[in-house]
């Protein structure tokens, strides 16, 4: 087992935003940064989509385009265009191989794979992390990891199941994507989201705003009878399956010094939306600006911006039958470039 080993900056977790900051940091600065994560090898485990402006540095890595967004309310039809930007998909693996390849041409990075976070502690002017490969110090902590702990006070949820799915014929718009088509759930806000990669492949997915965490098989049931409503499909081959939850509310951490919390751990993520991707570029570079400054890396609070995510939170708690009537309105009466600032 490794002791003791000396980084400038360690990052926990190697996922989006542990990603984009490590490279962030190595591209401009001459730190000695260690990133452990985790999982055993990358693999591709979610789908990542964000706007084409701001154009980041995985704008171009986009598999997928999108230039006609819909919105179903009731049985009736939005479909949103804009000149100025699409919609993108991209694979997470292609996401992870691309900084991991830039990562490997750097001598001043080292990745550890299958390697856990067992205990963290600041110590004679350092922070001591203990993993199950061994025990490393740095001057600074990035840390991703998020507990149940950080959860508790969390009341409201976005949590989600998705399937790729092939189907025997063509049914799907591969040039329209389905943001939302909400479903009349009782004490619930729920809706579809579809993302078709041709004519005969999408991922077909059910997401929830509720205060509990469903079972397997109710999203399940979701999408098949999505499917079969729509397109009126039962019988498709399953090529892939993705689940995740994203707490639609602030986490509060014990501070610890020269520990700072990133990504959804760090509120990254919009509190009402879920959306973070972009926020990670921008955030990282305000780290490192920070940082090359000589200054405590800090991600001003937006206090208005947050207030109002908390009103509208507590809205759907309260008054889940009334959020369908919320969005309809949103999409319906105003442009995608203002509606793309709100979800941003």
Same mark, same amino acid.
């Given at each position: ?11 926990v ?9 490590a ?15 985790k999982?055993k ?14 154009? &980041?540095?995985v704008?171009? =890595?986009?598999? $997928?385009?999108?230039? !006609?967004?819909?919105? /179903?309310?009731?049985g @009736?039809?939005? #479909? ?14 292609t996401?992870?191989?691309f ?6 041409? &750097?001598?001043n990075?080292? =990745?550890k794979? $299958?390697?856990s976070? !067992?205990?963290?502690? /600041?110590?004679a002017? @350092?922070?001591? #992390? ?5 025990v ?8 991703s ?45 729920n809706f579809?989201?579809l993302?078709?990669?041709s ?14 965490i469903?079972?397997?098989e109710?999203y399940?049931?979701?999408?098949k ?7 009126k499909i039962?019988n ?5 399956e ?21 990504g ?6 919009r509190?009402?939306?879920?959306y973070?991707?972009?926020n990670?570029f921008?955030?990282s ?5 920070q ?6 890396p ?13 009103i ?15 969005f309809?309105?949103?999409f319906f ?8 600032n709100?979800?941003n």
């Open positions: 087992m490794t002791k003791n080993l000396k980084f400038d900056i360690i990052i977790g190697a996922g989006v935003s542990g990603l984009i900051l490279n962030e940091l190595l591209s401009r600065t001459n730190k000695k940064v260690l990133i452990i994560e999982r090898a990358f693999s591709y485990d979610k789908n990542l989509c964000f706007w084409s402006k701001p154009k &980041n540095l704008t171009d =890595l986009a598999k $997928n385009k999108w230039d !006609k967004i819909a919105f /179903y309310s009731n @009736k039809k939005k #479909i949103l265009v804009s000149e100025e930007m699409e919609y993108l998909r991209i694979n997470s693996k996401f992870y191989n900084f991991i390849n830039k990562f490997k041409r &750097n001598k990075v080292s =990745l794979m $299958n390697c976070l !067992k205990n963290l502690k /600041y110590l002017n @350092k922070v001591v #992390i203990e993993t199950t490969k061994g490393y110090n740095s001057d600074i902590v990035f840390d990891s998020l507990s149940k702990k950080d959860l508790k006070n969390i009341k409201l949820f976005q949590h989600f199941k998705g399937i790729e799915i092939k189907t025997s014929k063509p049914v799907f718009k591969k040039d329209e994507v389905t943001l939302m088509d909400i479903r009349d759930k009782k004490d619930m806000f579809i989201y993302l078709p990669f004519k005969n492949r999408a991922l077909v997915e059910t997401t929830y705003f509720s205060p509990e469903l079972d397997n109710t399940l049931q979701d999408i009878e999505y499917i079969y409503e729509k397109f039962t498709f081959d399953c090529k892939y993705e689940f995740g939850i994203i707490p639609m509310g602030k986490i509060i951490h014990n501070d610890l010094k020269n520990v700072f919390k990133i959804v751990a760090g509120n990254w993520n509190l009402s939306t879920g973070s991707l972009q990670a921008v955030y570079k305000k780290v490192v600006d940082l090359l400054d000589n200054k405590t800090k991600i001003e609070e937006k206090y208005l911006l947050n207030f109002l995510d908390k509208f939170c507590n809205f759907i708690l309260v008054q889940p039958n009334k959020v369908e009537n919320f309809k309105n949103f009466k105003n442009k995608l470039k203002n509606i793309v709100f979800l």
